[in-house]
């Protein structure tokens, strides 16, 4: 029987009820197709920062390079931590350090959800750069608490990140209905974005069957509003593709459907799987979160660690819910109710 390690960090807020739900549908569906998850709890998170001052110990990557994988709930709890603190100390380290530069998110309407556009044809996956460009870190503050303070914040394109990523759409594209759509503004950004134009054009010579579109950002979100059906594989940077993934959780129904994979390609370090939403601090343990997105979230873990029968199970036993009406509206039903369902139809 094959095992695998799971470094599980429910993190905060509504991360903790999500995680729970999700792990109790990934093990039935071990259970179902013959393998096991042995996982290990870290209790990073704002209230660790609170006690300790960091978000995780400083070992806190090497603690979790031995793992399979990395499952993580939600981080967040502003009214104690600045965002800017639990996202630079905990989240960003991890995906940088582990080399998750493919961030994916799978934006498509299941059965039941009622999405706010008047489509059926709502299938799109996004392809996000997660390690440079906008979100590298590079900048400071000088003269700060005076008139006269700057603050200067760098996007880093390098050549090689924009073209794995850009390659990682290519055959994301190649698996999908061989269409790819390439984000920028190049028109305003003349240097970076013009890069990542050039890199795109030299590598879609290398995939003569995928169609390739170059898109701005102002109206690429247009278009997924407008004409969702004619999208496929959305490749954007880091900050780009950061809020079209949020415009793509809203019409798939909300964030409570989102889910998402860190993704380290060559698999030499531990990727990580988390849903998109926040850590709801408001609703947190009243048992009224949304656990699809983690649920699905875990699904995509399961398929990366080479269980795609378990994970196809799991997608299948989610609509199998959402098409009874079961978690398809906000607030309709508990996190306990969604989880059982998903579970019920799960063990059919």
């Known amino acids: 029987m094959n095992s695998y390690s799971i470094a599980l960090i429910p993190g905060d807020g509504i991360g903790v009820d999500v995680t729970d739900a999700a792990m109790r549908v990934a093990d039935a569906a071990a259970a179902k197709f013959g393998f096991a998850l042995d996982r290990t709890g870290f209790p990073w998170s704002c209230d660790f920062y609170l006690k300790t001052g960091a978000m995780m110990p400083e070992d806190g990557i090497e603690q979790l390079r031995p793992f399979d994988a990395i499952f993580l709930g939600a981080v967040g709890w502003p009214k104690a931590v600045p965002d800017n603190v639990s996202l630079h100390g905990l989240l960003l380290p991890i995906r940088k350090a582990f080399r998750q530069y493919a961030n994916i998110r799978p934006h498509r309407l299941l059965k039941g959800v009622e ?43 390098t050549r090689a990140g924009v073209e794995r990523i850009l390659r990682f759409g290519f055959e994301m594209a190649r698996s999908r209905r061989g269409k790819l759509t390439s984000v920028t503004k190049s028109n305003a950004q003349k240097y970076s974005m013009v890069f990542w134009d050039e890199v795109t054009d030299e590598l879609a010579a290398e995939y003569p069957d995928v169609e390739v579109t170059h898109t701005h950002i102002d109206a690429m979100a247009a278009k997924m509003v407008m004409a969702p059906e004619s999208l496929d594989v959305i490749v954007a940077s880091n900050l780009f593709g950061d809020i079209l993934t949020d415009l793509g959780a809203a019409i798939q129904g909300g964030l409570g459907f989102a889910a998402s994979a860190n993704i380290c390609p060559d698999r030499s370090t531990p990727s990580m799987f988390e849903p998109v939403h926040g850590s709801a601090p408001d609703i947190a343990g009243k048992n009224i979160a949304n656990p699809i997105a983690a649920i699905w979230s875990a699904a995509m873990m399961l398929d990366h660690l080479g269980e795609a029968e378990a994970a196809a199970a799991i997608l299948t036993a989610i609509e199998a819910a959402t098409a009874q009406g079961i978690g398809t509206r906000p607030g309709s039903h508990s996190t306990e109710t969604i989880t059982t369902a998903v579970l019920a139809a799960l063990e059919a």
């Open 115 to 157: 999405g706010p556009l008047r489509t059926q044809g709502f299938d799109i996956l996004c392809i996000r750069e997660n390690t440079e460009g906008e979100y590298s870190g590079a900048g400071g503050r000088v003269h700060e608490g005076t008139p006269i303070e700057v603050a200067v914040e760098t996007s880093i394109f």
